[in-house]
């Protein structure tokens, strides 16, 4: 013992303190369960429901409130995995995105403004993930 409180941190330490990463982990599971709960229901209510409209837009929602939630429910379990689910969540908004404003379309044709702003959102994603695979053989805690 060196005589330090439990809960008391090293300046020196680069890890936050045990009590705010157990508040951070349950908060990011109560909003993910939340959130999985919501989207379960809309998938089941577009499913089972006696709706007519928006029956495939309910459905869509849902799939993706479930894809998004699903990085937030993992990360108190596992952060390489959370990491992973978050990539996969990423890239798959990137390619739905990419496919609402260059999929040829009779109704709307999408503005160049958004056509630019999807592919800033591909590009970024793609540079950051080149520098996460990129700083792995260094230090292992940049990455």
């Known amino acids: 013992m060196d005589g330090r409180a439990p809960l008391e941190q090293d300046p020196t330490d680069p890890k936050p303190p045990r009590a705010l990463g157990r508040i951070g ?3 990011a599971l109560t909003i993910g369960g ?3 709960l ?7 209510i577009a ?17 993706g409130l479930l894809l998004v939630s ?14 992973g689910l978050l990539l996969l969540a990423m890239t798959a908004l990137a390619v739905f995105a990419g496919w609402l ?3 040829p379309q009779g109704a709307a044709s999408p503005s160049p403004a ?7 959102f591909a590009a970024l994603l793609l540079f950051r993930v080149y520098l996460a695979r990129r700083g792995r053989g ?3 805690r940049t990455g």
């Not at 919501?38 to 089941?44: H, S």
């Not at 699903?70 to 990491?83: E, G, H, N, V």
């Not at 958004?114 to 800033?120: D, E, K, M, R, T």
């Open 47 to 63: 499913v089972f429901g006696q709706m007519g409209l928006g029956r495939v837009g309910a459905g869509l929602t849902g799939g």
């Open 25 to 27: 982990n349950a908060l």
């Open 70 to 83: 699903a990085p937030l429910i993992a990360l108190t379990f596992s952060r390489p995995l959370a990491k």
């Open 38 to 44: 919501m989207a379960l229901c809309m998938i089941a």
């Open 101 to 103: 404003c260059f999929w």
């Open 114 to 120: 958004a056509q630019a702003a999807v592919i800033a």
């Open 138 to 140: 260094g230090n292992p």
């Open 34 to 36: 939340c959130a999985a």
